[in-house]
């Protein structure tokens, strides 16, 4: 097991390494000069030179580098650039909005879509199971900016029903921000739903045409019984690890949605660093994204082995 | 075809005219027709039939579980005197949890992954309203009963920690755990060894005979059925056509249709050199289709206009004998599709002497450092010109290893001699010369996968034709057109990709394939086993012709040991990666022979009757990673007890020696010894 | 239920109507898929929306009723009427015409985008499932990193470093955060593929590797790829309207949808809802129609 759980751990630990190469490599060799590019090409030569020196972009690439990750791992992610305060806090404020964002979208998308998968799966074949499935990942492929369009038209604009702004006003309760924060997260529902749903309809119709499903019932019973102890108990496990991994596509959908609903957080934050060329920031942010992405990907293997005992003994042995 | 006998007692389970029929894109197509048979309280009946007959579907209606687009249009199940057909969905469930009960084809798959054993079985009380701890306990006395060893163990493991073998037995304790009346077994034993197979078989009878359960044993195998039912129905395209008692029906059958069957089958007496196997011409039709006269009548050389237009009555024989044919008292002798004796001229003598193929300590072994699995291990072997040398053993002997090794598709260990001709083949295909690749090429076991299915036959015929004999395409379609037409696939499927051949059509291309470099030895890996019965004979028969035109030899891999004998001149039976025994195919056969290939021979169903002395293997197959110590044999053999020599079949790994001229056995007993042993065997077997 | 040739006509049954019987299914069999596709309405409702967004992007300006780019400041940001039955935008131009010419952008950076990185992913798909062992750790340990972040996330990081912002940085862009992922999948089939016996007989043919990958093995791989492709597809209109929309896309000189969504949702708030709400639908309907196909596809291939 601990022997699984090590190897399972470097691999997390390689992808995170070869991930900040690629960034690295993103925002330091892709750029050709990193000055210029963030002065613009008409800048004055020795102001290039001055930034270049600032940043330490004209030493060595491999020297570049090793200072970067060797900052990173001590937690000083540098200065940004366009709001000249520490990467760190910035981007510590901005989690700091957008975590309820995130939540409430995760706490609504979850329950319901593993529900909808359910449903769909024991009604194989019928019209509300087309529905849903059809449903579903349509919704799931339109871009979340675009729901933010109709969402706001509909509920905004004609019905008056929710606030078009995210924002809500600096000292309102609970039930007012929610009430701004629920057709952004809804954006973020709709495009995660289907693919929930669907991993958790597929791993039930397998389970319900598995042999062992045709024991429980032919043990004599009831179907209450089989779906819940045999069906359900098999099925559920993948969804899991879906369920987990999309907590790093969530981050992502935070950066249309923040910036269609102009909700300042952690999505709008790593969108102007980009259109701001603050590599520093644009970097951290990207790197917390893979970090949250790989620790969410391993616990879910982890407690995906855990809940399986054939896995689990494989890996015991 | 209720037996008119049976007139006082209620059956446990009546077909009264049933018909079930799936929908197919909305057409209701019939799978089965008019059933009606009865089994009787205590009874043990079989239900027996090529794949597509309905006998599953029988199974399954019996318990009223049918597939989401099945249904039963017409006709009554009585389940001791009420129809299941109008019940409750819960009185149904009642009856599953108490009444009746089922043992499958897979049983691992029939087991819940992620739940243990012990829980899956405890279930079975807790529906019938035990408490936890008292269904704890009544779970380890069903396992008891099914006489498993360690059932606290057992009870602790998830179902892919168990061999097939033990997974069926806790199948069959599940089953068995409340007492039902009704049993139903579904191919319970396809997919294990013979050797388990037998073990299970064994089980079913012995509980059976304790509980007086009534029992519906579906099987394709006729041999198992004979071992195991009292009475027996012959099942042809969703028809019942032949039912009467085991024994009579297999000695003396009434249906055409049974008594082609029969033929077919390589039974023990049978030899390649001196009995054809007759075959049964066409096909099952297809499913679903209406079919107005005898649903036999398009492959019946007996058939008349009658036969083709009108339902044929059920015929009443004596004893509860009933044959649905017209002409049931012209069945015995329907005339012979092929000839009785094989072809005309025997050209050569298979050269048993000769040494085609020389293998000298061949070993492989796989995984590197630690851990490490000799799968084979000196391997000494010759095979002549025109020879076929059939291979036996479980699985995990090794079997299939030893035709990769000498295909070339896995490179054996250092020091491995494999000859062709008295010269070195290289130990992997890149390593060998065109010539030589074509003559060392191999029947796979499934066709659907040996086959590219986006390719047609001729290209995948004609394509080995080029890169094997330097031909142009042109010159490789034709000669492909021509082989294919020889191994009789018709030239207007030439062109057609494999999805649209039958397994038996199938299997003759991949034939072709394999006689395109003009092979000296054919591997033929189970080349039969997928197929039925009926198939199995033209293929064996075409197989047959092939080794005396072309004077190739075979290295005939099966698990079935009744075609192995048939087809084999030698026979070499592996087990744990060894030859424990090699000889004349009847020698090995019919004894002395090695205790392992006695209990194999022993382990095998026959349809002629049953041996007399039986002889099991104990316990489970050793891990081929972890060999026992001395013989590998000592923690199973049936002979090691009292042998005077168990010191020595501990320790010391006994040689391959020759006991007699030609015969070689690894055995530290003598040929004496064993053949007082031995001498109480069923000389049949 | 296609019934199959059987050994009637090895043992020389009268089955003569059999055989014709069994040319004609092997004709039908061929078009089995294709008439399946034809009876889904998915397939029809999805190929429909498609097609016709795909012949806008190429004779968009031929169907547009007006010029896209002729402003209009007194009529400005007007709710659909007669002569603009998508309104206005906000200089007063033909919302509808707009509409339409904005398929161009989006559909040949996505179509151009999704081929390069299917015929990439299937080649390193292949290499890595046939070979096994260190080819495949490196090409599946770089698949892991790229999907360790959102295609969005990734696609901003690079575009923030690249100045030129012409669709073929985009097309290239789309294109290598795909490739790695269309690997993953063609392996995965791979896989199963290599294990199955006609690979072993093609070897046994002495056929070299090339020829058993894109012979042998491609073939019975391709309808999960195309499958693939069209999901692919699907990801790439996604990434490629949410960057325009995010104004990190393809600086576009003709109209595009996610521009001018962007560009107008500022007027939602009472003053236009049509200019940014027709161009957001157009989206949704690409994006829907292409997953249509692909459910079609993907039912009628894994049957």
């Known amino acids: 097991m601990t022997r699984f759980l090590l190897r399972r751990f470097l691999l997390a630990i390689f992808t995170l390494f070869a991930l900040s190469v690629l960034i690295f490599f993103a925002t330091h060799v892709l750029p050709g000069d990193v000055a210029k590019k963030i002065l613009g090409n008409f800048a004055d030569a020795d102001a290039i030179k001055q930034l270049n020196k600032e940043l330490g972009t004209d030493r060595p690439i491999p020297v570049q580098y090793a200072n970067w990750l060797g900052d990173a791992a001590r937690g000083d992610l540098g200065q940004s650039l366009i709001y000249q305060e520490s990467v760190t806090s910035k981007i510590g404020t901005a989690l700091g909005s957008s975590w309820k964002l995130a939540l409430l979208a995760f706490v609504m998308v979850v329950p319901t879509s593993i529900f909808g998968g359910v449903v769909a799966a024991l009604r194989r074949g019928k019209p509300s199971d087309k529905i849903i499935t059809i449903g579903s990942l349509s919704a799931a492929v339109i871009p979340e900016f675009v729901w933010a369009v109709v969402f706001i038209v509909v509920f905004g604009v004609r019905l008056k029903w929710l606030p078009v702004s995210a924002r809500a006003p600096d000292g309102a309760n609970v039930f007012t921000q929610l009430k701004h924060l629920i057709l952004p997260a809804l954006c973020l529902v709709m495009v995660l739903f289907g693919y929930i749903a669907r991993i958790t309809r597929a791993g039930v119709v397998e389970a319900l045409d598995a042999d062992y499903t045709r024991t429980a019932r032919l043990k004599g019973l009831s179907n209450r019984m089989v779906i819940n102890k045999h069906v359900l108990r098999n099925a559920l496990t993948p969804t899991i690890a879906v369920t987990a991994t999309q907590i790093g596509y969530l981050l992502g959908g935070l950066v249309a949605v923040e910036s269609a609903f102009g909700y300042n957080g952690f999505g709008l934050l790593l969108l102007e660093s980009v259109k701001g060329k603050d590599f520093p920031l644009t970097q951290a942010c990207v790197m917390f994204i893979g970090v949250v992405y790989v620790i969410t990907t391993l616990l879910a293997d982890v407690i995906y082995t855990l809940l399986n005992p054939r896995i689990r003994q494989a890996v015991l042995a | 075809m209720t037996s008119s006998d049976a007139v006082s007692v209620t059956p446990t389970l009546q077909f009264d005219h049933v018909e079930v029929a799936y929908t197919v894109r909305g057409i209701d197509r019939p799978v089965l027709r008019d059933v009606s048979f009865s089994v009787m309280p205590g009874e043990a009946y079989g239900l027996v039939g090529e794949s597509g007959c309905g006998k599953s579907t029988a199974a399954y209606a019996a318990l009223r579980y049918l597939p989401r687009n099945g249904k039963i249009t017409g006709g009554q199940i009585n389940f001791e005197g009420s129809d299941l057909v109008s019940q409750s969905d819960e009185a149904i ?593 | 239920m296609t019934s199959v040739v059987n050994d009637a006509q090895v043992n020389g049954a009268p089955a003569s109507d059999g055989r014709m019987r069994a040319e004609q299914e092997a004709k039908s069999r061929r078009n089995e898929r294709i008439r399946f596709l034809l009876k889904k309405p998915s397939f029809i409702i999805g190929s429909i929306i498609s097609l016709f967004w795909l012949a806008c992007a190429f004779f968009g300006e031929a169907i547009a009723p007006q010029d896209p780019f002729v402003q209009d400041p007194i009529n400005k940001l007007k709710e659909p009427y007669g002569a603009h039955w998508f309104g206005t935008d906000n200089l007063g131009r033909d919302v509808f015409s707009r509409v339409i010419v904005g398929a161009r952008l989006i559909v040949l950076v996505a179509l151009a985008a999704t081929i390069i990185s299917a015929v990439l992913g299937t080649i390193l798909g292949l290499v890595a499932g046939y070979y096994k062992g260190k080819v495949d750790e490196v090409i599946m340990r770089t698949a892991d990193v790229f999907m360790s972040v959102p295609t969005i996330v990734l696609a901003l990081l690079i575009t923030s470093s690249v100045s030129s912002k012409s669709m073929w940085v985009v097309i290239l862009i789309i294109a290598l955060v795909f490739t790695p992922i269309v690997a993953r999948t063609a392996r995965a089939s791979v896989l199963g593929e290599a294990e199955l016996d006609y690979v072993a007989a093609a070897t046994l043919r002495t056929e070299k590797t090339p020829h058993i990958l894109f012979k042998e093995v491609l073939p019975n791989v391709l309808p999960s790829l195309l499958v693939e492709f069209t999901v692919r597809l699907g990801y790439a209109i996604f990434a490629i309207a949410t960057l325009s929309f995010l104004g990190t896309g393809v600086s576009p000189e003709s109209p595009d949808w996610g521009t001018q969504v962007a560009t107008h949702r500022g007027f939602l708030n009472g003053l236009n809802v049509s200019a940014t709400l027709f161009p957001a639908l157009a989206i949704a309907s690409l994006s829907i129609g292409v997953n249509l196909l692909q459910d079609a596809l993907s039912e009628a291939f894994e049957r």
């Open chain 2, 93 to 685: 469930r009642l009856l599953r949890s108490k009444a009746m009960s089922m043992v499958y084809q897979s049983p691992i798959a029939a087991l819940n992954p992620s739940l243990r054993v012990g829980g899956q079985i405890a279930e079975v009380f807790t529906i019938g309203g035990a408490g936890k701890a008292e269904a704890h306990e009544r779970a380890v006395a069903a396992l008891n009963k099914v006489q498993i060893a360690d059932v606290g163990k057992v009870m602790q493991r998830y179902p892919h920690e168990l061999s097939g073998g033990m997974a069926q037995r806790v199948v069959i304790a599940m089953a068995l755990a409340t007492n039902p009346r009704l049993l139903i077994l579904d191919e319970p034993t396809t997919g294990l060894d013979a050797t388990v197979e037998a073990e299970v078989l064994d089980l079913v009878r012995t509980l059976r005979a304790d509980s007086g359960t009534s029992v519906l044993f579906i099987s394709h195998n006729l041999g198992v059925i004979r071992s195991m039912c009292d009475r027996v129905g012959v099942l042809y395209a969703g028809q019942l056509v032949e039912e009467g008692n085991t024994a009579q029906i297999l000695n003396d059958p009434r249906h055409p249709y049974t008594v082609g069957l029969l033929r077919c089958i390589p039974r023990a007496g049978l030899r390649k050199d001196l009995h054809r196997l007759d075959t049964i011409p066409g096909s099952l039709p297809p499913l679903g289709t209406v079919i107005t006269g005898c649903v036999y009548a398009d492959r019946c050389s007996i058939a008349t206009e009658q036969c083709r237009t009108e339902q044929p009555p059920v015929v009443q024989l004596v004893n509860g004998h009933s044959s649905r044919c017209f002409h049931p008292d012209l069945a015995p002798d329907l005339p012979r599709n092929t000839e009785v004796t094989t072809v005309e001229v025997v050209t050569r003598a298979p050269d048993t002497e000769g040494d085609l193929v020389t293998l000298a300590a061949v070993s492989k072994t796989f995984g590197k450092d630690s851990s490490t699995v000799r799968v084979l291990t000196d391997i000494a072997l010759s095979l002549g010109a025109g020879e076929t040398l059939g291979l036996v053993g479980e699985s995990g002997s090794g079997k299939t290893t030893l035709a990769k090794v000498l295909l070339g598709l896995t490179p054996p260990d250092g020091g491995s001699i494999v000859q062709l001709d008295g010269k070195a083949l290289g130990a992997t295909i890149a390593g060998r010369s065109a010539a030589d690749v074509g003559a060392v090429q191999i029947v796979f076991q499934n066709p659907d996968s040996a086959l590219n299915r986006r390719h047609a036959v001729r290209r995948i015929v004609g394509r080995a034709v080029v890169k094997l004999g330097g031909a142009t395409k042109e010159q490789g379609n034709a000669k492909a057109d021509s082989l294919l037409s020889e191994m009789r696939v018709d030239a207007r499927l030439h062109a057609a990709k494999p999805v649209m051949l039958s397994g038996g059509l199938k299997q003759r291309v991949a034939i072709a394939r394999a006689f395109a470099g003009n092979p000296r030895l054919v591997v033929c890996d189970e080349p039969t086993s997928a197929l039925d019965v009926s198939v199995q004979a033209a293929i064996l028969n075409l197989l047959v012709d092939l080794q005396r035109t072309e004077n190739v030899s075979y290295l005939f891999i099966s698990h079935d040991l009744g075609v192995v004998r048939y087809l084999s001149d030698r026979i070499a039976v592996l087990y744990l990666g060894r030859i424990m025994e090699l000889g004349p195919a009847e020698t090995v056969f019919s004894g002395p022979h090695h205790p392992y290939t006695e209990a194999l021979v022993s382990s095998l169903p026959s349809i002629d009757g049953e041996a007399t002395n039986r002889v099991r293997l104990l316990g489970e197959v050793p891990s081929v990673a972890n060999p026992p110590s001395g013989c590998v044999l000592h923690t199973r053999c049936p002979r090691r007890d009292g042998s005077g020599v168990e010191e020595l079949c501990d320790t010391v790994e006994p040689d391959l020696v020759e006991v007699e001229p030609g015969h070689l056995m690894r055995c530290h007993l003598s040929l004496e010894q064993l053949r007082r042993l031995q001498v109480a065997v069923d000389v049949l077997m």
